[in-house]
């Protein structure tokens, strides 16, 4: 009996021994896996449909502010114009009425 429950202590002990064997396999291939998953969720990988998009509305937002200034500019030349032209018109006038 003794004999009996030896050999099956043993036997327990082979398969508990294999299985930590193979746990401790798939510990390790874990482990030189962690490294390079680790390293590619820190490379901030940005799609380049992502990076194309983004430059189109950089482009247009650039092209916007471009013509917005060039407006301004030319609100400005007008205003300066008119005043120039009211200027004038006021000035013509006195003389028109100096001559009258």
Do not use: W
């Amino acid at each position: 009996m003794v004999i009996y429950d030896y050999d099956k202590f043993s036997s327990l002990c082979n398969e508990k021994d294999a299985e930590l064997k193979d746990a401790l396999t798939e510990k390790r291939s874990l482990e030189m896996q962690l490294p390079k998953l680790s390293s590619q969720g820190s490379k901030k990988t940005i799609p380049k449909e992502l990076v194309d998009a983004n430059n189109q509305v950089f482009e247009k937002i650039h092209e916007e502010l471009k013509a917005r200034s060039m407006l301004r500019t030319a609100e400005e030349t007008k205003k300066r114009l008119l005043t120039s032209l009211e200027a004038k018109i006021v000035e013509l006038e006195k003389k028109k009425s100096s001559e009258v």
